[in-house]
């Protein structure tokens, strides 16, 4: 993917898959693509949106995924959960590899030191040294959990 910017690469990619007909990944590029373009005209004026910023976007439109795939579960409704588990699939192959928990205890564990944190009322600023490292490869929920487990160690 290097040389060209990640839109561009959902734009080729959205493209090959209509060309191959694969109705998954063609609604699953062009909805994420309408997220994007939404992102760039909000606000104030229009703008491009650089990778990282997209990636914020791809990192939400995943996050909905899976919560939309747990709640279908929850109500016996598999062949839904599984549509949503396919879009998941094709959107992950866009986001950074997810971190494991030894390498989130980590990085937590840096920034409780860095910040010489010593409770709970540390927490925003753990989250954020956190956040920074972690840098969209892991959710912001499973990210507090371990800040949160931590800080109440100590």
């Known amino acids: ?71 279908y ?11 949503e588990d396919a879009e998941l699939a094709v959107l992950e192959g866009y986001l950074p590899a997810q971190l494991g928990d030894a390498e989130l205890a980590a990085i937590v564990d840096r920034a409780v030191e860095s910040t010489g944190a010593s409770g709970m009322g540390d927490m925003g600023r753990v989250m954020k040294a956190a956040q920074t490292e972690v840098a969209g490869r892991a959710e912001g929920g499973r990210v507090a959990g371990v800040v949160r487990a931590r800080l109440s160690a100590r």
């Open 73 to 83: 579960r929850g109500a016996g409704r598999q062949e839904l959960a599984d549509a």
């Open 1 to 71: 993917m290097s040389g060209t910017s990640l839109k561009a690469q959902l734009q080729h990619d959205l493209h090959d898959a209509m060309r191959a007909r694969d109705k998954v990944r063609s609604a699953t590029l062009r909805m994420a693509l309408t997220s994007v373009t939404t992102a760039e005209v909000a606000g104030d004026e229009a703008r491009e949106l650089d990778d990282d910023e997209v990636l914020v976007v791809l990192t939400k439109e995943a996050k909905k995924r899976r919560e939309a795939s747990t709640a």
